[in-house]
């Protein structure tokens, strides 16, 4: 038996990102798809320009760090300045990195946030480093360290991993959490359904949800349907968090309906990885799930009033004591 040295090992991506705000940007609708415009060949000047960090993986480790948590990250870390500046701010999160791969060949990964005028955001992302994790570069006995795995978005090399690490966590016992990115989601649920059957908590966000059921021609209309038909596949716990319209979630039993948390919105960066990994780690820490829902969207609160995806994450104290004032009612209901 392996000892378990961490409570928590995330998987997957972590970047340095610029967030912008621009009082010229304008949201624009054509048909059912929304654009940020800023005007064409004009100087555009900004209101604010923020340097954070981010990235699925990373942002889901500080935020279980934060909340008390043993946490070790996995992933690829590309080189130069920025890549040391991942690296420190992992250090200074209480982030355990010594698995991390560190690139010399790619850059960093990076993003440019757009903020609109509501609060939501369009994203330019660099992968960069992020996608060059492969099977080679993975220390498999170190995952094994965990009582639970947390993976996030993985694209390029990293991306063939997925199937993998589900099949190791099965066959070590341990207890696997899981928030696709697009380029798994692209693949659908059959492509997906080994990984799925394995995974104890799978989160999403109502439009991942209905792409991933869309690929297998099972897209429901309801907030039901799509519940009941990622429940029937992977048999454990469904997240999907709805922004500003708050979150749902099913285990098999019940039907839970999340709102939201009063606060200022002015960035939902980082938001979905709040509430995500605040679910993740109050379930280790043997909290019921309509608790854990609770935390999550108390905690996601915090991070949209901020311009950074993991300053104004709450540590455990902070969410509990928040969670306690904000008097948050989970409906729940048979499912």
């Given at each position: 038996?392996?000892?378990?040295q961490y409570?928590?090992?995330?998987?997957?991506?972590?970047?340095?990102d610029?967030?912008?705000t621009?009082?010229?940007?304008?949201v624009?609708e054509?048909g059912?798809e929304?654009y940020l415009?800023f005007p064409?060949?004009?100087?555009?000047?900004m209101?604010?320009?923020?340097?954070?960090?981010?990235?699925g993986a990373?942002?889901?480790a500080?935020s279980?760090?934060r909340?008390g948590?043993?946490?070790s990250?996995?992933?690829?870390?590309?080189?130069g300045?920025?890549?040391?500046s991942?690296h420190?701010?992992?250090?200074?999160?209480?982030v355990?990195t010594v698995h991390?791969?560190l690139?010399?060949d790619?850059?960093a990964?990076?993003s440019v946030?757009?903020?609109?005028p509501d609060?939501?955001?369009?994203?330019?992302r660099?992968r960069g480093?992020d996608?060059?994790?492969?099977?080679?570069?993975?220390?498999?006995?170190?995952?094994k360290q965990?009582?639970?795995?947390?993976?996030?978005s993985?694209?390029?090399?990293a991306?063939?991993?997925f199937?993998?690490?589900?099949?190791?966590?099965?066959a070590?016992?341990?207890?696997?959490?899981?928030?696709p990115?697009?380029?798994?989601?692209?693949?659908?649920?059959?492509?997906?359904?080994?990984?799925?059957?394995?995974?104890a908590?799978?989160i999403?966000?109502?439009?991942?949800?209905?792409d991933?059921?869309?690929?297998?021609?099972k897209?429901?209309?309801?907030l039901?349907?799509?519940?009941?038909a990622?429940q029937?596949?992977?048999?454990?716990t469904?997240?999907?968090t709805?922004g500003?319209?708050g979150?749902?979630?099913?285990?098999?039993?019940k039907?839970?309906d999340?709102?939201?948390v009063d606060?200022e919105?002015v960035n939902?960066?980082?938001a979905?990885?709040a509430?995500?990994s605040t679910?993740?780690?109050?379930l280790i820490?043997?909290?019921?799930?309509?608790?854990?829902?609770?935390?999550?969207?108390?905690?996601a609160?915090?991070v949209?009033?901020?311009f950074?995806a993991?300053q104004?994450?709450?540590d455990w104290d902070?969410?509990?004591?928040r969670?306690?004032?904000?008097?948050l009612h989970v409906s729940?209901?048979?499912?």
């Amino acid at each position: 038996m392996v000892e378990q040295q961490y409570d928590l090992i995330t998987i997957g991506g972590a970047t340095w990102d610029s967030t912008v705000t621009a009082d010229q940007s304008r949201v624009l609708e054509e048909g059912q798809e929304k654009y940020l415009a800023f005007p064409y060949g004009k100087k555009v000047f900004m209101e604010s320009f923020y340097f954070s960090f981010g990235g699925g993986a990373a942002n889901v480790a500080v935020s279980a760090s934060r909340l008390g948590l043993n946490v070790s990250f996995m992933g690829t870390i590309g080189c130069g300045e920025l890549g040391d500046s991942i690296h420190k701010n992992f250090r200074e999160q209480g982030v355990e990195t010594v698995h991390a791969k560190l690139d010399r060949d790619h850059l960093a990964s990076m993003s440019v946030i757009l903020t609109a005028p509501d609060g939501e955001r369009t994203i330019l992302r660099f992968r960069g480093a992020d996608e060059h994790l492969t099977a080679a570069d993975v220390d498999w006995e170190h995952l094994k360290q965990t009582k639970w795995l947390y993976v996030a978005s993985m694209a390029g090399d990293a991306e063939q991993l997925f199937d993998r690490i589900a099949e190791m966590a099965k066959a070590d016992h341990i207890t696997l959490a899981m928030n696709p990115g697009g380029t798994q989601i692209k693949r659908g649920p059959k492509s997906l359904q080994r990984a799925l059957e394995h995974t104890a908590v799978l989160i999403l966000n109502e439009e991942e949800a209905r792409d991933l059921l869309r690929n297998h021609g099972k897209a429901g209309e309801s907030l039901n349907d799509l519940l009941r038909a990622l429940q029937e596949i992977t048999r454990g716990t469904v997240v999907i968090t709805r922004g500003a319209k708050g979150a749902v979630a099913t285990d098999g039993q019940k039907h839970y309906d999340v709102p939201v948390v009063d606060s200022e919105r002015v960035n939902t960066v980082g938001a979905g990885d709040a509430f995500g990994s605040t679910v993740v780690v109050s379930l280790i820490k043997n909290q019921p799930l309509e608790t854990a829902l609770a935390y999550a969207a108390v905690n996601a609160a915090s991070v949209v009033a901020d311009f950074t995806a993991q300053q104004a994450l709450l540590d455990w104290d902070d969410l509990t004591k928040r969670a306690s004032e904000a008097k948050l009612h989970v409906s729940v209901t048979d499912f």
